[in-house]
Structures are given as structure tokens and as C-alpha cells.
T-cell receptor, first 117, second 116 residues
């Protein structure tokens, strides 16, 4: 089974509107972290937001918030007030067993977001 | 914040030659570094996990004799693509975990390899 599933290959949003990028995950480890990264055309991976499995509240970082629904195993990214510079690929990722530096990241297939002026 | 660099950022080489890509953690010690490969419009595929002072752990399907990984110090890991072929053309990204902050993973800017 896929560890991380992103079902939206491409999304469009009007500038200044909010957009939700979906992510579901699969793990039996009680200790895990969920991450969202932005990858513009330059290729660099830009960290956006992190949610730990034990965190009680949804993570927020500026215009980014993570809608964490543990029972549903979903970790959707919400971008508010979209800007043209938000156009990029967005990857959801998960890391299990957070106390071990050797544990790998699992990445979803990504969502290509295009912000329309 | 933690910074990871990669060198070179772009490289073009002829088929049959070898190419070395360096990944450095500039301001922290990285016990573990990861090497990923990314094809256009696809996700990152983990190639190997590199631990300082020991042999790298390769993912299934990744040829360890073709993709040589050396993690000689806590700040440097290298990936050497040996006898490169056009199908090895790809975007290679490294990342590093920081001692004491296992949660985070810091990515390098990537290296675009083109084999002609």
C-alpha cells in the first residue's frame, strides 16, 4: 500500500482565494511526522509545515495550515490568500519512528498548483 | 536555519564517464544523509541512505555498483554515478538529518545531470 497518497495531480486556484491540497497517509507506527514541501521549477525543496502525530492542534505557518484528521489519516494543506508565487509542485511526506535519524521520508506523487491571476 | 549544499548544480557528461555529486551540511553535523532521484513531473524516489562511517543502505532496484555513495565525514556525502548512460539523466537531490533534531530533514538544491 502507498504510504502517502495525493490524489490531485493538478489544481488551479484564483489569486487571493484559498486552496486545499489533499494528502492521506498509511502507517501503523504511533509516532510519525507529516510534512509539506513546495518545489518550484528551480527544483529546490522548500519546507512549508510540519505536524507531529501527537500534536493536539493543527499546525499553522503564516498562510499555510495543515488540516490534520488523525482518525481519517489525512493531512491536507490549506493555502490561504493564494499568490502567483505559490504556483509550484507540492509534496506531502511522512516520516515514521521520529527518534531515529535514519528513518526515511515517504513522499506522495505531488500536486501541481497553478495560481491564476 | 540549517543549510545543505550540493555541487555541482548542473552537469553534462558524455556516456561512459563518471560523475561525482557532493552534498554538504554547511552549519550542522549530519549523521544521516539521503539521496533521492527525481524524474520530470514525478515524485522523489529514495535511492539510498548514507550513514557516516558505514556503508550506505540502498533501496531495492538501485545498483550499488553504479551509484557509489561515500559518507566520509559528518558534513559530506558524495554520490558517484559510474559509467553514466543517458537513462541516468535525472535530478538528484540529497537531504540531511541534524543530530538532536531528528524530525527535520534539510534538502540540498539538487543537481541536474544530463548524460549525452
Amino acid at each position: 500500500a502507498q504510504k502517502i497518497t495525493q490524489t490531485q495531480p493538478g489544481m488551479f486556484v484564483q489569486e487571493k482565494e484559498a486552496v486545499t491540497l489533499d494528502c492521506t497517509y498509511d502507517t501503523s507506527d504511533p509516532s510519525y511526522g507529516l510534512f509539506w514541501y513546495k518545489q518550484p521549477s528551480s527544483g529546490e525543496m522548500i519546507f512549508l509545515i510540519y505536524q507531529g502525530s501527537y500534536d493536539q492542534q493543527n499546525a499553522t505557518e503564516g498562510r499555510y495550515s495543515l488540516n490534520f484528521q488523525k482518525a481519517r489519516k489525512s493531512a491536507n494543506l490549506v493555502i490561504s490568500a493564494s499568490q502567483l508565487g505559490d504556483s509550484a509542485m507540492y509534496f506531502c511526506a511522512m516520516r515514521e519512528g521520529l527518534t531515529n535519524t535514519g528513518n526515511q521520508f515517504y513522499f506522495g506523487t505531488g500536486t501541481s498548483l497553478t495560481v491564476i491571476p | 536555519g540549517a543549510v545543505v549544499s550540493q555541487h555541482p548544480s548542473r552537469v553534462i557528461c558524455k556516456s561512459g564517464t563518471s560523475v561525482k555529486i557532493e552534498c554538504r551540511s554547511l552549519d550542522f553535523q549530519a549523521t544521516t544523509m539521503f539521496w533521492y532521484r527525481q524524474f520530470p513531473k514525478q515524485s522523489l524516489m529514495l535511492m539510498a541512505t548514507s550513514n557516516e562511517g558505514s556503508k550506505a543502505t540502498y533501496e531495492q532496484g538501485v545498483e550499488k555498483d553504479k551509484f557509489l555513495i561515500n559518507h566520509a565525514s559528518l558534513t559530506l556525502s558524495t554520490l558517484t554515478v559510474t559509467s553514466a548512460h543517458p537513462e541516468d539523466s535525472s535530478f538528484y537531490i540529497c537531504s540531511a538529518s541534524r543530530q538532536g533534531k531528528q524530525i527535520e530533514q534539510y534538502f540540498g538544491p539538487g543537481t541536474r545531470l544530463t548524460v549525452t
